[in-house]
C-alpha cells in the first residue's frame, strides 16, 4: 500500500506504519450472482456483451514537506507512521461488501476545459512496455525485502500478471504477504484495490454492478480464493478478469466512460499515489530518516483529503492553472495536483535525499498514469532554496496557488516569503499552516509600503487525520493577493 510520511519518536529505532483506509461508493443494484451449483468455487462472470451500445452514458497533499532551510525548527511527530488515509486494509468482510463502502467524495465544480483520457495508452499499436516498478520487484521473496509466501505450501515465487484498463502490459505479482506484519505493502490486497478501482471508475453502471457486485463481483471472489488459499482458484479469477476488462477496452467501452469525466474521483488519484509510494519512497525510507526530531530539517505532510480540500474547495484550482508547492519534500502534492486537477504543478525542496526521491516517483507516477490511462498536469521538481531559486521566482508571477506548510517556519522566513509574494499576480491564493501577516495587523501611514497589506486573510479550520504531525484538528489560512485595499487607503489619505 505505501505511506506518505515518515515520523519518528525520539530515540525510536524504526519506523512503524499504520494500515491503509479506502472508502469507495458502490451503486447498489440488485444483481443475481452469476453462479453454478457449486459452493466451493465461484462461476465466470464472462456476461460482456460483444458490442456495447454506445448510447450508453455514464455518469457520472499529502504535502511531504522537507524543510529546506536550517532556520526551520521542528514541529512535532506522531507516534507512528501516517497513511494517506487511516481506514483499517483487511481483508475482511466488510471490505468485500459495496454496500459499506463509500466513494471518496469532494465537491468539486466539472472543469470543462480537462480532458481525462491519455489517448495513446489506448492505441494498439503502441504497446512498448513501460519503465515500471513492478509489485514483484519489490517482493522479491528474501530476507532483505521481509516478503514470505501468502499462505503456506504456497511455491515461493508464484507470479500473476494483472491487466489495466489500457494497452499497456499487466503489473507483474508476487503471491506474498509481509514476513513480519509491519510492512504496508500487501499485494494481494493491492490487486484488490485495483480491481474496485477500475470497477468504480472506468466502468458503466451494469458493467460496474456486475465486476464489483457484492457477492460475485471480481474483487469479492478474489478475497475469497486468498481466505481459501487456493492457487488455481485465484489464477483463474485473475484471467477471467485479464479477457474482461481487454475486451471492454477493446469495445471502446472503457474509453467513452473515461472521455464523458470532466474530473478524477480523488479516491482514484490517492491510490495511484499510494501505488507510486510504495514502490519508491517505502523501500528507500533509511535516506529520509535523517530528517528526524532534533535536527533543524523536518519531514511532515498534509495528508490526501486535507490536500483535495485545498484544491478543490479554497483554491478552485482548474487544469488550466498553475500550483506551486514551496517545500515539496519527495512530491506528493505536487503529482496530486497534478492528477487530481491536471493542471502544471511545481515544487522546490532543498534537501538532496528528498529531492532524489522526489524525481524518482515523478517518473515512476509518469509509468502509472500511463498505465491508468489518465492524464496529468506537467510536473516540474526544481531543487534549492526557493527564496533564491530563479525558476520558482519566475513562475510565481503566474502562479494561481501556492503551497507552503509554514508549520515551523521563523519569523525570518516567513517574512523572506512575504516579500516574495509582492511579485504574484492578483488574486492569486496562499495556502499556508501559520498566517504570513500578523494578527491585528492594521495598514498605517507608517506601514504603507509593508508587504502585509496586500495579503487579505481567511482563517480556516482542518479536522482530525488531515496532517502527519498529530490527529488533533487546527487551523489554516488562505490569503489572496489584493491590493485592493492599500490603494484605497492611499486613496482616503491623499
Sequence with gaps: MGLFDYLQKPGAKSIKQQPLKIRKEVVKTKVPPIRTSSASTDSPLLLIPNDVSKKRAHHGKTTPILQNTSSRKHHGTRDQVQKFSSDESDMDDTRDDPSKRSKSTVSQEPDLKRHIRLTVAFSEGNTSELSMVHAADITSVDTSTKFVPAWEGLPQRVRVLLQYPTCSQPESYYLVKPQFGDDNFEPLQDMIEVMRKISENYLPPVERNLFDHETSGFPQRLSRAIKRQSEVE??????????????????????QVLDSYRNLDPGLVEHILTQTYSRIVSPRVSSLREYENGTDNVYGELLPKFVSKILHKDASLKSDQVFI??????????????????????????????????????????????????????????????????????????????????????????EGLTRLFLDLKEGCRVISLKSFVPAGHKITARNLNSPYNVLKVEQKEYYSDCVSWTNAPGTYYVSTKDSRQIKAFAARNK
Aim: negative net charge; glycine residues 10%.
Design 234 to 255: 485465484l489464477k483463474n479469477i485473475i484471467e477471467e478478469w485479464n479477457r474482461a476488462l481487454q475486451k471492454l477496452r477493446d469495445n471502446g467501452v472503457i474509453s
Design 325 to 414: 508547492d514551496l517545500g515539496s519534500g519527495v512530491g506528493n502534492v505536487v503529482l496530486q495536483s497534478a492528477l487530481e486537477i491536471g493542471c502544471e504543478s511545481w515544487g522546490c525542496e532543498m534537501m538532496k535525499n528528498a529531492c532524489d526521491l522526489a524525481e524518482l516517483q515523478r517518473d515512476e507516477f509518469q509509468a502509472r498514469c500511463r498505465l491508468w490511462g489518465l492524464v496529468a498536469g506537467q510536473i516540474v521538481l526544481e531543487r534549492g532554496d526557493f527564496l533564491s531559486n530563479a525558476a520558482i521566482g519566475k513562475v510565481l508571477k503566474r502562479a494561481d496557488v501556492v503551497l507552503v506548510n509554514n508549520q515551523a517556519f521563523t519569523p525570518g522566513l516567513n
